[in-house]
C-alpha cells in the first residue's frame, strides 16, 4: 500500500517534493481521485495529496475571477459561484459515473486534466479560463505564474502550459480562474431524424448564424434513448443550445428554429429539460454503464468526427456520440480498444489527438493513454518536463510526454 | 532620448564577419528577400517603440516556411542572433533589433492558405494582418475577434508573438483564445506543427506558451485561427459620470448583473477633450469619465441589454447617456475612442503604458497615478479597456527635451509598479520587449523568473532568439 502524504501548507508541500527528488523517489499527485485510473499508471510509493490545500481565498463576483487552494472541492466551488449567479463557463465535467470511482473532484485535478464540457465550443476548455497558478516543481521551488487579471501577456505564459500537465510538472497549490454569470436561461432545439453526416452539416450552418448556439450535439439512435431518460423524440438527435437572457433567447430560439427546417423537423426544450440534457452529454452519460468497456475521448476538426466514426465502423465495434459539433467524439468499443486503427485513422483525416479514458488495467498496461506524438515534439516536450522536474519524480510515466524515449 | 534601457554589446566576431554572413545569407533566400545596405536598413531599426533604435545585420524577408528554416538553421549554427518581427508595430520594442542580429521579417508571408467555414477556421501565413482576416470572411458573416487598434498594420505573427487584444476582447479573449495551431520554424531550423483544427491540442499545452512569447521560442509561419459568426448587430452606448469611482462602481454592477458587454471603454476627462478636439465624435465635456458600453445581437437582445445598463448607470448618477441611433452615430463614439492615440500625438510626444489591474483598484490605481504624474511635472490622459482592467495612461512629454524624456520613463515605470503592487501586472496587451524588461523582477520572484528562462531555454539553450528582450540581462540561465 503506497503511503499517503497529506501538507497541510504549501511549504510543507515543497518540503516534501525537495525531500523526494534528493531521494528520485517518484510521487503520485493526487487530487479528489476521481480520475484514479486515467492515464498511463504510475509506479510510485508514496502518494502525494492536495486534500490538506483546501479553500477558497478571494472572490469577487464583480471581478468575474475566484482563486482557490488547489484541493478545493469543485463541489464547495459551484456552490459559492452559484450563491452569486456565477459559473465556470467550461462546464467542467463530472467523470466519477463513466470511471465508476467516488470521491470529491479538486479543483486543481479539474485544471491539471483541462476538463471541459459541451460549451468548449464557444467559451474554451478550463485553460481559456485559467489566469494565474501557484505550483511546488519537481527541485521543490514555490512558483508563481499568471496573475488575477484577463489580460496578462508578462512573459511566457506557464499557466497553459500547467493546464493539462496531469501532475507532471509540478504539484498546483493554488489556482486563480475566470468565472461568468451563469446564463438566467436556455433552450434546446432537437432536430429529429438526421443520420451523423447529414447531422454534421445541420451543427455546422447552425454555429454560422448570429444566435450564439452555445452547444451542438449529435446523438445517433444507439444512445439517444439514454439521454432525458428516454424522452428525447424519434430518431438521432441533434441538438442545438441558445443561453443568455431571456428575451434574448426566446428571439434567438425563434431564428434558429426557422433556420433548421430546411434539415429536419423540429422540436424544443425548455430551461430544465435543457440543463439536464446538457448535464447528461458532458458527464458521457450513454457510457456510464458500469462496464471496463475501452472508452476513448477524440479530439478533431468538427468536420471530421463523423467520417472518422464511419471509417472505424467498417474496421471495428464502434459505438459513438458527438460534441462540439462533432469536434468532441465520445466512443466506447466493443471488446479491444483498436488503438492503432484509431490513431492511424485520425492522422489520416487531418490529425487530432485520441485519449484512452477507461479500460480495464490489462488494456491500460499495453495502450498508451495519450496520443503519441511526433518524435521532434515529443523530444521538445521531454525538454520542457525536464525543466521543472529533472529528477523525473511526478507522476512518472502519467503521460508519455516528458518520459524519457 | 534617454538611453537608460541596455542591450546586449554586440558579438564582436560577428559584426567583424558581417559581409561573410551577408554572402552566406543570400545562397538562402533569392536576392531580393535580403536587405544589407545600409540605407535599406533604416526602416528596420526600431518599431513603435520609437524611443530606441539599433541597426541590424543583415534583414531577411523570407516567402516560405523552408527559406525560413534554412535561415535558422544556418544562423543557429554559428550563433548568430536572430530578432522575429512582423508589421513592427510593437509598443514595447519587441521588434527592435540589435547590431549582431538578422532580422527575419515575415511581412511577405502574407497568404491566406484556407478558409474554412464547416469548421470556422482560417489558416494564414504569418505576415496576414488581422484585419484582412476579418475582411476575408466578413462578407460570409464571419470575423476574427481580437482587434488590436493596430489591427490595419500588425500581422497575425506579430499577435501571437505579443498575445495581442484589443477593446472586443472581454467577451471573446485574446489572441491565446482564439488560436487553434500554428507551424513553427525551432531554433535549429526544426518544423513543427502545434495543434490545428481540433480544438483541443495534445500533450503539454505548447501552443499556449508560444503564444505571447516574443518571438523567444521560435518563428511562427503559419496560424490557423478560430473564426467567429457575426452578431446581427452591435451597438455602443456613452455613458458620461462625475467620478471614476462612479464609473467604476457602475462597470462592477453590470457584471454583477450578469451582463457581458462585448467592449467597455473609459476615458478620463484629458482624453476626452483630447479626443474630442479631434474626433468632433459629440462627447460631454462636462464629465469626469466617460464610458462607452457595446452591446450586441439581435434588435430585440440590444434592448434588452441596454435597458438595464442604463437602469444600472442611473443608480450610480449617469449624468449623460447617449444611445447611437444609427450606424453613423456609433460610428462616431468609436471613432472618438479610436483615434486616442492619433488624437494625444498631435498635441504633445506621449508614451503609452499598458499595465492591467483588478477591476476594483481602478479607481485607486487612477487617483494614484495622478499624483505620481504630478509629481513629476507631467500631464497624462487614461483611455482603457474597463472591463479587463487593461490601463493605458498616456504621458504627455517634449521629446526635444531630454529631462523631460527622462521624467516621463521614470513616471511610466512607477505607474506599472503601482499596477503591480495593486495586485495586476505590468503588461496586458503590448508585451514586456525591453521596455518593461527590467521590470520583471517586480511582479516576479526570481525563482518564477527562472522557471520562465528554464523553459524558454528548453525551446532556444543559447539564447539566438530576439535575446535582450522580456528577461533582465543579468541572472540568466
Ligand atoms: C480518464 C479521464 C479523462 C478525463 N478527461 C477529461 C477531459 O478531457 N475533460 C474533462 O473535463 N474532464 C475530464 N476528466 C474529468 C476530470 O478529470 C475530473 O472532473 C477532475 O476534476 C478530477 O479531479 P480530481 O481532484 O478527482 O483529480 P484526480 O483524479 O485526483 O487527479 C487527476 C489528475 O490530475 C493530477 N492532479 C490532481 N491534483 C493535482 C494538483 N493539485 N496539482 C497537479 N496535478 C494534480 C493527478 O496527478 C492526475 O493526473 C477526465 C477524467 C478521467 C478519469
Ligand atoms: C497605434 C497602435 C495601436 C496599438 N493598439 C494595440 C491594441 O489595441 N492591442 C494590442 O494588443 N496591441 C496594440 N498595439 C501593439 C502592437 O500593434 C501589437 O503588439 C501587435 O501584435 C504587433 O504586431 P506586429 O506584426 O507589428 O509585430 P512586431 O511589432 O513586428 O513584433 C512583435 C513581437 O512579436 C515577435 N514576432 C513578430 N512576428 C513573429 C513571428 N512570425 N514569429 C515569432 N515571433 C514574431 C517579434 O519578435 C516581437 O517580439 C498597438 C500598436 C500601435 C502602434
Redesign the interface.
Known amino acids: 500500500m503506497a503511503s499517503q502524504l497529506t501538507p497541510a501548507t504549501e511549504t510543507e508541500a515543497a518540503e516534501i517534493i525537495r525531500d523526494h527528488a534528493e531521494r528520485a523517489a517518484p510521487l503520485e499527485i493526487r487530487g479528489g481521485g476521481t480520475r484514479a485510473g486515467f492515464g498511463n499508471a504510475v509506479q510510485a510509493a508514496a502518494t502525494l495529496s492536495s486534500s490538506g490545500l483546501s479553500g477558497i481565498l478571494t472572490y469577487?463576483?464583480?471581478?468575474?475571477?475566484m482563486t482557490a487552494r488547489a484541493g478545493t472541492s469543485v463541489a464547495e466551488i459551484e456552490a459559492a459561484l452559484d450563491a452569486n449567479?456565477q459559473a465556470m463557463a467550461f462546464e467542467p465535467p463530472d467523470h466519477r459515473p463513466i470511471m465508476g470511482t467516488t470521491g470529491e473532484p479538486t479543483i486543481g485535478g479539474l485544471f491539471a486534466v483541462?476538463a471541459?464540457g459541451p460549451r468548449?465550443?464557444t467559451a474554451?476548455?478550463a485553460?481559456?479560463s485559467l489566469l494565474g497558478v501557484r505550483f511546488v516543481?519537481g527541485h521543490g521551488?514555490?512558483?508563481?505564474?499568471g496573475?488575477?487579471?484577463?489580460?496578462?501577456?508578462?512573459?511566457?505564459?506557464?499557466?497553459?502550459?500547467m493546464?493539462?500537465?496531469h501532475g507532471t510538472?509540478g504539484l498546483l497549490t493554488e489556482v486563480t480562474f475566470k468565472v461568468?454569470?451563469?446564463p438566467?436561461t436556455a433552450a434546446t432545439i432537437v432536430l429529429s431524424g438526421l443520420d451523423d453526416e447529414a447531422a454534421?452539416?445541420a451543427m455546422?450552418a447552425a454555429?454560422?448564424?448570429?444566435?450564439?448556439v452555445s452547444g451542438a450535439a449529435h446523438l445517433p439512435e444507439s444512445v439517444k434513448s439514454r439521454f432525458l431518460s428516454g424522452g428525447l423524440p424519434e430518431g438521432p438527435a441533434t441538438v442545438l443550445r441558445v443561453e443568455?437572457?431571456?428575451?434574448?433567447v426566446a428571439?434567438?430560439v425563434e431564428?434558429l428554429a426557422a433556420a433548421m427546417q430546411r434539415f429536419a423537423s423540429t422540436t424544443r426544450l425548455g430551461p430544465e429539460e435543457t440543463a439536464v440534457l446538457w448535464r447528461e452529454i458532458r458527464d458521457v452519460k450513454p457510457y456510464a454503464d458500469g462496464t471496463m468497456r475501452p472508452l476513448w475521448r477524440v479530439?478533431?476538426?468538427?468536420?471530421?468526427g463523423e467520417k472518422l466514426v464511419a471509417a472505424l465502423r467498417l474496421a471495428t465495434g464502434v459505438d459513438a456520440f458527438y460534441d462540439?459539433q462533432g469536434?468532441?467524439v465520445w466512443m466506447r468499443m466493443e471488446a479491444d480498444p483498436e488503438a492503432e486503427i484509431l490513431r492511424r485513422y485520425i492522422r489520416a483525416l487531418?490529425?487530432?489527438?485520441a485519449t484512452l479514458v477507461r479500460a480495464s488495467g490489462a488494456v491500460r498496461a499495453s495502450v498508451a493513454a495519450?496520443?503519441p506524438?511526433?518524435p521532434?515534439?515529443a523530444l521538445?516536450?521531454q525538454?520542457?518536463?525536464?525543466?521543472?522536474d529533472p529528477v523525473g519524480i511526478l507522476n512518472p510515466g502519467r503521460?508519455t510526454?516528458?518520459e524519457p524515449a | 532620448m534617454t538611453e537608460a534601457i541596455k542591450f546586449l554589446e554586440p558579438d564582436a566576431a560577428i559584426l567583424a564577419r558581417r559581409k561573410e554572413i551577408v554572402d552566406d545569407l543570400a545562397e538562402l533566400v533569392p536576392p531580393e528577400r535580403l536587405v544589407h545596405e545600409p540605407v535599406e536598413l533604416v526602416p528596420f531599426e526600431t518599431d513603435g517603440f520609437l524611443a530606441y533604435r539599433r541597426r541590424p545585420l543583415a534583414v531577411v524577408l523570407p516567402e516560405t516556411t523552408a527559406q525560413v528554416a534554412a535561415v535558422m538553421k544556418y544562423c543557429h549554427r554559428y550563433g548568430i542572433p536572430v530578432v522575429p518581427r512582423g508589421a513592427g508595430t510593437s509598443l514595447s520594442g519587441g521588434a527592435i533589433p540589435q547590431e549582431d542580429a538578422v532580422v527575419l521579417g515575415l511581412s511577405a508571408m502574407s497568404r491566406i492558405l484556407d478558409i474554412?467555414?464547416?469548421?470556422?477556421?482560417a489558416t494564414v501565413q504569418a505576415g496576414v494582418t488581422n484585419l484582412s482576416i476579418s475582411d476575408a470572411v466578413g462578407a460570409d458573416?464571419?470575423f476574427y475577434a481580437p482587434d488590436p487598434s493596430s489591427q490595419l498594420a500588425c500581422t497575425i505573427g506579430g499577435n501571437i508573438g505579443?498575445?495581442s487584444?484589443g477593446a472586443h476582447?472581454?467577451k471573446y479573449?485574446?489572441t491565446?483564445?482564439n488560436l487553434l495551431g500554428v507551424k513553427l520554424v525551432?531554433v535549429d531550423g526544426?518544423v513543427?506543427?502545434?495543434g490545428?483544427?481540433?480544438?483541443?491540442?495534445?500533450?503539454?499545452?505548447?501552443?499556449?506558451?508560444v503564444?505571447?512569447?516574443e518571438g523567444?521560442?521560435g518563428i511562427v509561419t503559419e496560424a490557423t485561427v478560430r473564426l467567429i459568426?457575426?452578431?446581427?448587430g452591435a451597438r455602443p452606448v456613452l455613458f458620461g459620470f462625475d467620478s471614476a469611482e462612479a464609473a467604476g462602481s457602475c462597470v462592477?454592477?453590470v457584471?454583477?448583473?450578469?451582463?457581458?458587454p462585448v467592449a467597455i471603454e473609459f476615458m478620463d476627462k484629458p482624453a476626452i477633450e483630447i479626443c474630442e478636439a479631434f474626433a468632433h465624435a459629440g462627447y460631454p465635456l462636462d464629465v469626469e469619465a466617460l464610458l462607452i458600453v457595446e452591446v450586441e445581437?439581435?434588435e430585440?437582445?440590444m434592448?434588452?441589454?441596454l435597458a438595464s445598463i442604463v437602469e444600472i448607470a442611473r443608480r450610480h448618477g449617469v449624468r449623460t447617456v447617449r444611445e447611437s441611433q444609427s450606424a453613423l452615430e456609433a460610428a462616431l463614439i468609436w471613432k472618438g475612442r479610436k483615434s486616442a492615440f492619433g488624437a494625444t500625438g498631435r498635441i504633445a510626444d506621449y508614451i503609452c503604458m499598458d499595465g492591467?489591474?483588478?477591476?476594483?483598484q481602478l479607481a485607486y490605481v487612477l487617483r494614484k497615478t495622478s499624483e505620481i504624474i504630478d509629481r513629476y511635472g507631467l500631464r497624462v490622459a487614461n483611455v482603457f479597456?474597463a472591463?479587463?482592467?487593461?490601463m493605458h495612461p498616456l504621458i504627455l512629454y517634449n521629446i526635444n527635451d531630454p529631462e523631460d524624456a527622462a521624467r516621463a520613463e521614470a513616471a511610466g515605470m512607477e505607474i506599472l509598479k503601482l499596477c503591480v503592487d495593486a495586485?495586476?501586472?505590468?503588461?496586458?496587451?503590448?508585451?514586456?520587449g525591453i521596455e518593461?524588461r527590467d521590470l520583471?523582477r517586480h511582479?516576479?520572484?526570481d525563482?518564477?523568473?527562472a522557471?520562465?528562462m528554464?523553459?524558454?531555454?528548453?525551446?532556444d539553450p543559447a539564447w539566438i532568439l530576439n535575446p535582450s528582450k522580456?528577461?533582465p540581462l543579468e541572472g540568466r540561465e
Not at chain 1, 443568455?244 to 434574448?248: I, P, V
Not at chain 2, 495586485?423 to 514586456?432: D, I, P, Q
Request: overall charge neutral; proline content about 3%.
Open positions: 469577487n463576483p464583480a471581478e468575474m475571477v449567479g483541462n471541459s468548449r465550443i474554451g476548455a485553460r481559456d516543481n521551488e514555490i512558483v508563481k505564474a496573475g488575477r487579471v484577463m489580460k496578462n501577456v508578462t512573459g511566457l505564459d506557464l499557466v497553459k502550459l493546464a493539462g500537465s510538472l461568468l454569470p451563469r438566467k454534421t452539416h455546422a454555429m454560422a448564424l448570429p444566435v450564439e443568455g437572457l431571456e428575451a434574448s428571439v434567438r431564428k479530439s478533431v476538426a468538427p468536420s471530421q462540439w469536434g468532441l487531418g490529425g487530432g489527438h495519450f496520443e506524438q511526433e521532434a515534439l521538445l516536450s525538454r520542457v518536463k525536464a525543466k521543472f503521460m510526454t516528458g | 474554412d467555414y464547416a469548421n470556422r477556421t458573416g464571419f505579443m498575445n487584444g476582447c472581454l479573449g485574446v491565446t483564445n525551432l526544426t513543427v506543427e502545434l490545428g483544427k481540433a480544438l483541443d491540442t495534445a500533450g503539454y499545452d505548447l501552443l499556449g506558451v503564444c505571447g512569447s523567444q521560442l459568426a457575426k452578431p446581427e462592477a454592477d457584471i454583477g448583473a450578469g451582463i457581458v445581437g439581435s430585440a437582445e434592448e434588452a441589454m492591467t489591474v483588478p477591476l476594483g479597456h472591463g479587463d482592467g487593461n495586485g495586476g501586472c505590468l503588461t496586458g496587451e503590448h508585451g514586456v518593461k520583471m511582479q516576479y520572484s525563482v518564477d523568473l522557471q520562465q528554464a523553459v524558454r531555454a528548453a525551446f522580456v528577461f
